[in-house]
């Protein structure tokens, strides 16, 4: 999908989601910061077949990335960034805070299923098999070849500090394109910060989410729901 000149997003879809399927959507920026595609959050792990047939749909392939951002160490967000960099000898940005758990060679999530139903209309079993497939998942550890702090300058976009869902996720802003990752969703309508159960610190996603919607924007490009456009 052509979001605007220079800006596309490569929606891919995870089913089977606590009784639903959730989307994903990987945006891809041209003229990245050392040359080539920009390309922001790569998907859950075996998702990779999919990304590539995706730039190839907009003429490109994989070795075209030339930078690779990671909003936050969540495996649906950094799970094939690593095959990529390979791939394609793109530099990996995050946040220095993210950098341990990107690292290791495996995530797992310690959740409970009262926390997931007071959200979500899910079954015992649905939550059980949810969260046993996201647990077993192989992860292949990431190597950051730039630790950002928040401030700096990708391109023609700025890097945001907007911390809550994790301790070190960030979103890019240029003015007119907000990228939000995680830190805002809208599914089904609805605009809302992201799961609690899935948050480092709730409150300071709220606030970040806040934030990021008091912002001027044309486009705001959540990972998970509907982009919202604001003209």
């Known amino acids: 999908m ?9 929606e891919l879809f995870e089913p089977n989601f606590f009784g639903t ?33 995706g730039l190839k749909s907009f003429g490109y392939s994989i070795e075209d990335i030339s930078d690779i951002v990671i909003t936050h160490y969540h495996i649906d967000h950094s799970g094939n960034a690593e095959e990529i960099r ?17 690292s290791k060679n495996e995530q797992s999530f310690n959740l409970f299923y009262e926390d997931v139903k007071n959200e979500l209309k899910v079954s015992k079993e649905e939550f059980e098999s949810t969260l046993k497939r996201i647990n077993s998942m192989e992860f292949t ?9 928040g401030g700096e300058e990708l391109g023609d976009f700025k890097v945001l500090h907007v ?25 089904r309508g609805v605009i809302s910060p992201p799961f609690r ?20 924007f044309k486009y705001l490009i959540p990972f998970h729901g509907d982009i919202v456009f604001n003209f």
């Open 2 to 10: 052509l979001l605007t000149k220079g800006v596309r997003i490569i």
């Open 21 to 53: 399927v959730l989307n994903h959507n990987i945006t891809v920026i041209e003229n990245g910061p050392s040359g080539g595609l920009m390309i922001i959050d790569t998907g859950l792990p075996g998702y990779l077949n999919m990304i590539e047939n």
């Open 86 to 102: 390979k791939l394609s000898k793109a530099k990996v940005y995050a946040h220095e805070l993210e950098v341990p758990y990107l």
């Open 141 to 149: 550890p990431v190597n950051v070849d730039v630790k950002l702090k």
């Open 163 to 187: 911390p809550g869902h994790t301790q070190g996720h960030i979103a890019l802003y240029n003015g007119e394109i907000l990228i939000v990752g995680d830190a805002v969703k809208n599914v």
């Open 197 to 216: 159960f899935f948050c480092w610190d709730y409150v300071k996603a709220v606030n970040s989410f806040k934030l990021l919607l008091s912002m001027r």
